[in-house]
T-cell receptor, first 116, second 111 residues
Framework: DTGVSQDPRHKITKRGQNVTFRCDPISEHNRLYWYRQTLGQGPEFLTYFQNEAQLEKSRLLSDRFSAERPKGSFSTLEIQRTEQGDSAMYLC??????????????FGQGTRLTVV | QKEVEQDPGPLSVPEGAIVSLNCTYSNSAFQYFMWYRQYSRKGPELLMYTYSSGNKEDGRFTAQVDKSSKYISLFIRDSQPSDSATYLCAMSINRDDKIIFGKGTRLHILP
C-alpha cells in the first residue's frame, strides 16, 4: 500500500459521457501528478500540481481534460465528452518537496477507464 | 527519437538466473534515475532510485547509471517467480519533477 488512494478503481462509460476521477495523495505531500498509461506503454505525464497550483500541463491534456486541486490536498481529473481513445489507466502520484527531504514519487493503483 | 528507450520484451529467464534490464535516454539533463516494478493491473511501485552516475544496491537489486553513455541498468540476482512483472525505467531532471518513463520490459521468471 503506497498510501496514494484513487477512486474509482474501474470506470466503464459510454462515449460522449463525462467522467471524474479522484486522487488522495500521501498526507502532507505537496506535489501531485497525473499520468495516463495505455496497454504496453509506460505511463505518460499529463499534469502536476504543487499545492493547489497547476505547474505544468502536457500537450496530451486536450481541452476535454481538466484537473484541479482546490485545497492542495486531493485532486480531481475530469474528462468531458469521452472518446474511445481515452480508454486507459489513469495514475496519480505524489511526492514531497521539503528542501533536503525531497521524496520520490509514489503511485496509486490507478483508475482503469473503459469507454464503450 | 523517444526520450527514453526500453526494450519491451518479453524476457523469460529460469529461476535463479541473473536478470539484466536496461534503458537508454537522449536528454543529458536527466539527473535522477528510477526503476519501478508494475504487476498486472496495479500501479507502479518504486524499486530503486539513483542520482547521477554510479551504482546502488538494495538486496537482490543493483541499479547502475552511466551518464556518459546515457545508459541505465537494473540487475536482479537470484531471480524468483515473484519477480515476474513489468519493469519500468524512469528519469527526471530534478527529484520531484515530472518523470519520463520507458515503455517497460515484461519479465517472466520460469520456475
Amino acid at each position: 500500500d503506497t498510501g496514494v488512494s484513487q477512486d474509482p478503481r474501474h470506470k466503464i462509460t459510454k462515449r460522449g459521457q463525462n467522467v471524474t476521477f479522484r486522487c488522495d495523495p500521501i498526507s502532507e505531500h505537496n506535489r501531485l501528478y497525473w499520468y495516463r498509461q495505455t496497454l504496453g506503454q509506460g505511463p505518460e505525464f499529463l499534469t502536476y500540481f504543487q499545492n493547489e497550483a497547476q505547474l505544468e500541463k502536457s500537450r496530451l491534456l486536450s481541452d476535454r481534460f481538466s484537473a484541479e486541486r482546490p485545497k492542495g490536498s486531493f485532486s480531481t481529473l475530469e474528462i468531458q465528452r469521452t472518446e474511445q481513445g481515452d480508454s486507459a489507466m489513469y495514475l496519480c502520484a505524489s511526492s514531497s518537496r521539503r528542501g533536503k527531504g525531497n521524496t520520490e514519487a509514489f503511485f496509486g493503483q490507478g483508475t482503469r477507464l473503459t469507454v464503450v | 527519437q523517444k526520450e527514453v528507450e526500453q526494450d519491451p520484451g518479453p524476457l523469460s529467464v529460469p529461476e535463479g538466473a541473473i536478470v539484466s534490464l536496461n534503458c537508454t535516454y537522449s536528454n543529458s539533463a536527466f539527473q535522477y534515475f528510477m526503476w519501478y516494478r508494475q504487476y498486472s493491473r496495479k500501479g507502479p511501485e518504486l524499486l530503486m532510485y539513483t542520482y547521477s552516475s554510479g551504482n546502488k544496491e538494495d538486496g537482490r537489486f543493483t541499479a547502475q547509471v552511466d551518464k556518459s553513455s546515457k545508459y541505465i541498468s537494473l540487475f536482479i540476482r537470484d531471480s524468483q517467480p515473484s519477480d515476474s512483472a513489468t519493469y519500468l525505467c524512469a528519469m527526471s531532471i530534478n527529484r520531484d519533477d515530472k518523470i519520463i518513463f520507458g515503455k517497460g520490459t515484461r519479465l517472466h521468471i520460469l520456475p
